[in-house]
């Protein structure tokens, strides 16, 4: 006698689902060699049609000559390495340089710094916000992601300055951010948690501030240890396509005093335009 099963029973996965589930699949030659070839190379790899490689073969009317690729591999720098590769057209142009980086770990440093007291000093002007509230839920849910624009980059290149990526190199924090991401995130959500147990025990907002700094400190070594501490000013020799020393971009710098010999261009002429086509804007 067949019997109807409730509501209840039908969103569930039971030992008949499971039983029906296993015979398809191994009664599915093609299933069984897509098992095969992506537990043994990966999902990206084992799905590769060659012929549809050939049929999207690159090719541009237009090629940008601006030195050798520059890979962000797994962190969410994309806008950082946009806007340094900007940058470096204009230097490769004026000195005729054959390729050449600026050190995107350096400006990652800064822009993990900034964003830590950013936060922080969020935390401070909402201690009086519920906990459980929407703007407190805003602010824990992701404090420092890899994710900016134009205008941050702007500041940071105007505060900071830039750098050879030999003299600040890429490290496997800044190439892959998720694990340097986590931890400086916990990090700061508990630091946000006893700013605001301190202010709750009747801590002066003197007394906040100096803790505040403290825990920024904290976050500098924390950064240093992943990303290599940034130096105040290095040694420099670059040299042109055809081998000769750049002069101008040879001795010692600041990062400040690099960014003005390096860069032909002012960043403050370029905006950031948007598009959003959404109900709401």
């Known amino acids: 006698m067949h019997q109807t099963k409730t509501p209840n029973e039908m969103k569930r996965v039971t030992a008949e689902d499971r039983k029906c589930a296993r015979k398809d699949f191994e009664e599915d030659r093609s299933a069984l060699i897509a098992h095969n070839a992506a537990s043994s190379a990966g999902i990206r790899k084992a799905s590769r049609v060659p012929e549809g490689v050939a049929r ?17 591999k797994r962190s969410g720098r994309c806008w950082m390495f946009a806007s340094l590769n900007m940058l470096r057209l204009s ?7 054959e390729t050449f980086e600026f050190s995107q770990a350096y400006s990652l440093f800064f822009d993990k710094l900034e964003k830590s007291n950013w936060f922080l000093g969020n935390i401070l002007d909402t201690l009086d916000e519920p906990l459980d509230g929407r703007l407190m839920a805003f602010l824990l849910a992701d404090p420092i992601g890899d994710g900016g624009q134009w205008d941050m980059f702007r500041a940071l290149m105007k505060k900071y300055g830039v750098m050879p990526k030999e003299t600040m190199p890429e490290t496997a924090c800044s190439e892959n951010t998720a694990e340097m991401d986590r931890y400086l ?6 630091a946000a948690k006893r700013l605001r147990e301190t202010s709750a025990a009747g801590a002066s907002m003197d007394d906040l501030l100096a803790m505040r700094k403290e825990q920024l400190h904290e976050v500098w070594r ?4 992943c990303l290599g501490e940034p130096p105040e000013s290095f040694e420099s020799r670059v040299h042109d396509k055809d081998g000769k020393l750049v002069d101008e971009l040879s001795g010692t710098f600041t990062p400040k005093g690099f960014f003005d010999a390096a860069c032909d261009i002012d960043i403050d002429a370029y905006v950031s335009l948007i598009s959003a086509p959404t109900a709401d804007k």
């Open 91 to 97: 230097t490769i142009k004026k000195f005729k340089l």
């Open 222 to 225: 924390l950064l240093a240890i």
């Open 56 to 72: 999207n073969a690159l090719g541009f009317d237009i090629d940008i000559k601006q030195g050798k690729r520059c890979d962000q």
């Open 185 to 190: 995130t916990r990090y700061l959500r508990g």
